[in-house]
């Protein structure tokens, strides 16, 4: 058994179904062990190295089991660092796989020689390159093991030509798999009890109480437990933009968004009353906390924090309460301590008062969703997308233009519904290739995937790859000519001196069509209507491609900007 068979047998003891990919000259014998071992393992051939890596992240949140991708030397590595980078920073886990130049022609000026490992150092849990053909085992079930374990991240291994094409001297009892390793997270850990009875005691005695939901919290599965434990305190639930969708947007605790980008008014209200504050699985970063203003100061007010990652403890704030552990597990023995402590609460006045100002925020926002104004407001589009939310959905949304509206206005009413964006660094050119790696996760549910004109530029070639493999996804396009998000800084920060922002809009419909996707041009409130109906009826790809209101026309529910445009107001008036 030659290297590359090695990876393929051993890739398939981790129960890997799915490899994301893009073949090149250092590849071949890993392609050619795929082709002969008649395996069960998938090959899905990506059309850019950044949308194997893409793919491979929505495949592992969507499935809980680590993604992988692959890419041959040179600019394979270069291009895959993206989606690398924002999977390992979003603690997803992915495994990077570079085929490389062989080891003899190291420092020759071989033709794509890279020093992979140091650049995937920085961006990954662990980066490493085999260097041995009887290294291979070895080193796959430590990678795997670093990505699932602790907090999970994306893992790279470099195989050079010699590991891949030589004969091992493994025997059949060193080619195994840990299988407590093929999912995530592996290893839960649990709170201390100590700890855990401090945390108790400290919601028990709390007046007001709010429980902060972020990315980990999803990541772990928490949901089912912080729904219970909120419903036991009749204590509010409020979520980041990555711990969207852990309960149900229609829950009388689920008040929705906080942060900057999206925010709902009772949400952050909630927050800024509240005397306790419960935080599982966030990191309380920038975009969570409006730059760390909220929670603003307030004396007395305690602040308690779950996490699996004890670097994140107290990490910027001071903390009241601090517990290392899984998110699921902590939260299901926190609620078993509670329980066996108090009896369950009833709803208070405060609730019910952040209820009403929930139902007059919907009610209000109902001019803009039912808006017939031209272009289309992005408000508009959101609604039509939550009248054909009816099954079972993943949502899936770039970075820029949709962010703010998906965020604040999307209602996944459905069971085991979610919602994807990239948090990390926010690269364009998402949305596209996630669709892909999320249909071989979940065949179950129904696709939709967001994108504004940057993100489509960026990846509009992964048209083909859906259209070759007949993903039946619903591919919505907000068509505003701009890189819009940038267009509407400018506006807001540099007095409308717009750079580099517009470009024209062309037809993106006919470049859907050209790749084998039907597509619809919507200009009007008939079209979206007729549109979406189509699409949502459709078995394969639908392209809609929407002339909507550019962001600089109307300022989006941008806390930060919102503050912004008011301050500029007042000081215009004076």
């Known amino acids: 058994m ?7 047998k051993m890739l398939e003891e981790y129960g890997v179904e799915y490899i994301f990919g893009v073949p090149g000259d250092t590849s071949i014998k890993l392609y050619e062990a795929l082709y002969d071992n008649r395996s069960a393992i998938t090959h899905i051939m990506a059309r ?5 890596s893409f793919m491979a992240d929505a495949y592992a949140r969507l499935s809980h089991r680590p993604g992988v991708c692959e890419c041959p030397s040179g600019a394979g590595p270069l291009y895959t660092v993206p989606g690398i980078a924002e999977a390992n920073a979003s603690s997803i886990p992915v495994l990077a796989i570079t085929s490389d130049i062989p080891l003899a022609g190291e420092g020759k000026q071989t033709i794509t020689e890279l020093d992979t490992e140091k650049l995937f150092d920085s961006i990954t849990k662990w980066s490493a390159v085999v260097k041995h053909v009887d290294k291979i085992p070895e080193v796959i079930r430590r990678a795997f093991r670093i990505a699932v374990t602790g907090r999970p991240g994306a893992v790279h291994l470099a195989i050079p030509k010699e590991a891949l094409t030589h004969e091992t001297s ?5 080619i195994y798999a840990d299988k407590n390793c093929r999912s995530y997270p592996a290893f839960r850990t649990r709170g201390a009890r100590t700890e855990l009875e401090e945390l108790a ?8 109480f709010v429980i902060i939901v972020g990315g980990g919290a999803n990541h772990s599965q928490a949901g089912e ?14 979520s980041t933009i990555s711990g969207q969708g852990i309960m149900a947007d229609d829950h009388p605790l689920a008040l929705g968004v906080i942060g900057d980008n999206g925010f709902h008014p009772h949400a952050i209200r909630a927050v800024e009353e509240a005397d306790t504050l419960l935080y599982i699985g966030c990191k309380m970063g920038s975009v969570s906390t409006i730059n760390w203003t909220l929670p603003s100061a307030k004396e007395g007010r305690k602040i308690l924090q779950i996490d699996l990652n004890p670097e994140m403890l107290g990490n910027n704030y001071k903390n009241t309460i601090s517990v290392a552990g899984d998110a699921r597990l902590v939260v299901e023995d926190l609620l078993t301590l509670l329980k066996g402590k108090t009896s369950q609460k009833p709803m208070s006045q405060w609730v019910t008062d952040l209820n009403r100002q929930r139902q007059e925020f919907w009610a209000e926002a109902q001019e803009d969703m039912k808006s017939g104004s031209l272009p289309l407001k992005p408000m508009r589009i959101i609604a039509e997308l939550n009248r054909h939310l009816t099954e079972t959905t993943i949502v899936i949304s770039d970075a820029g233009t949709p962010t703010p509206y998906i965020t604040r206005y999307l209602k996944l009413a459905h069971d085991n519904s979610r919602f994807i964006i990239p948090r990390a660094y926010g690269g364009l050119g998402y949305a596209i290739p ?12 129904k696709l939709v995937g967001l994108f504004g004109d940057g993100s489509f530029g960026m990846s509009a070639g992964e048209l083909e790859t859906i259209s070759r493999l007949n993903i039946p996804a619903v591919l919505i396009h907000f068509n505003n000519s701009a890189f819009g998000w940038i267009k509407a800084l400018q506006k807001l920060h540099c007095r409308e001196k717009y750079m580099s922002v517009d470009f024209n809009a062309n037809n993106p419909a006919r470049v859907a069509e050209g790749f084998g996707i039907p597509a619809i041009s919507i200009e009007s409130i008939s079209d979206l209507e007729q549109g979406f109906e189509q699409a949502f009826k459709s078995r394969g790809p639908v392209f809609l491609d929407i002339k909507s209101e550019p962001e600089s026309e109307d300022i989006p529910p941008v806390f930060s900007w919102i503050k912004a445009r008011d301050a500029s107001e007042t000081e215009d008036a004076r």
Do not use: C, F
């Open 2 to 8: 030659n290297g590359a068979r090695l990876v393929v």
């Open 48 to 52: 850019d190295e950044r949308s194997a």
């Open 170 to 174: 493994q025997t059949p009892d060193q």
């Open 201 to 208: 005691s400290g919601l028990m005695a709390a007046e007001n």
């Open 225 to 238: 437990g912080i729904r219970a434990m909120a419903e036991w305190m009749a204590a509010p639930v409020v």
């Open 434 to 445: 996630a669709v892909v790696g999320a249909h071989y996760a979940r065949k179950d549910a």
